[in-house]
Every structure is written in structure tokens, then in C-alpha cells.
Nanobody, 122 residues
Framework: QVQLVESGGGLVQAGGSLRLSCAAS????????MGWFRQAPGKEREFVAA????????YYADSVNGRFTISRDNAKNTVYLQMNSLKPEDTAVYYC???????????????WGQGTQVTVSS
């Protein structure tokens, strides 16, 4: 079992930045690939970014590529999502998730956090 807790969400103006964190506890954090997903009201949960177990490979949705950066610190059992140049369409609840290898499909992930709200005002 892995427990995940997100933090760092909030209200920001368009063009601003936020850094999300996801702290993991339970089984060995470095055994899991990590993903960030988001869900806006009335929409399906969508892939944002993912990172391999060792942090050497990263993957991004086209909509955030070049603006968001995923990283992890296995010594701190934490994965991060640095979000720059935020747009109103980035408004959503952001979730971190874990599974044994990197995938971009939400249903493939085994463990999920409770989510953190990100609101970008225009």
C-alpha cells in the first residue's frame, strides 16, 4: 500500500506559478512510477505528467509541455509538479498517482491522493 497526500494548490492569476507536492508513505517510494492528473468540473480525469521510478524519464501532455515540470526526490518520498505560465484552462483538481511503471492512462494507476484544487483567474 502507498498513501499519497497532495499539497500546494491554490488561487493564482494567469501567468503565475504554483508548485504542487505529493508526499508518499507506506511501501518503498522508489519502487513506483508517479503521475499527475487533473480533473475539471464536468470533464474526465486527464493525464498531465509522469516520471519514472528513478526520475530519468519524464512525460507530459501536449497541453502542458514546456510550462510544467515533474520531478521527484526519492530520499524525501516526494514528487513535485512545477507549474509556470498558468492559464485559466489549467483550473482543475490535481491528483498524484502511483503504479509500478509509467503509464499515461488514469485507470492504470493503483494508488491515488485526495487531490488539491488549482484555480487560475484571468
Amino acid at each position: 500500500q502507498v498513501q499519497l497526500v497532495e499539497s500546494g494548490g491554490g488561487l493564482v492569476q494567469a501567468g503565475g506559478s504554483l508548485r504542487l507536492s505529493c508526499a508518499a508513505s507506506g511501501r518503498t517510494f522508489s519502487s513506483y512510477a508517479m503521475g499527475w492528473f487533473r480533473q475539471a468540473p464536468g470533464k474526465e480525469r486527464e493525464f498531465v505528467a509522469a516520471i519514472s521510478r528513478g526520475g530519468t524519464s519524464t512525460y507530459y501532455a501536449d497541453s502542458v509541455n514546456g510550462r510544467f515540470t515533474i520531478s521527484r526526490d526519492n530520499a524525501k518520498n516526494t514528487v513535485y509538479l512545477q507549474m509556470n505560465s498558468l492559464k485559466p484552462e489549467d483550473t482543475a483538481v490535481y491528483y498524484c498517482a502511483a503504479r509500478v511503471s509509467v503509464m499515461t492512462t488514469p485507470v492504470a494507476y493503483d494508488y491515488w491522493g485526495q487531490g488539491t484544487q488549482v484555480t487560475v483567474s484571468s
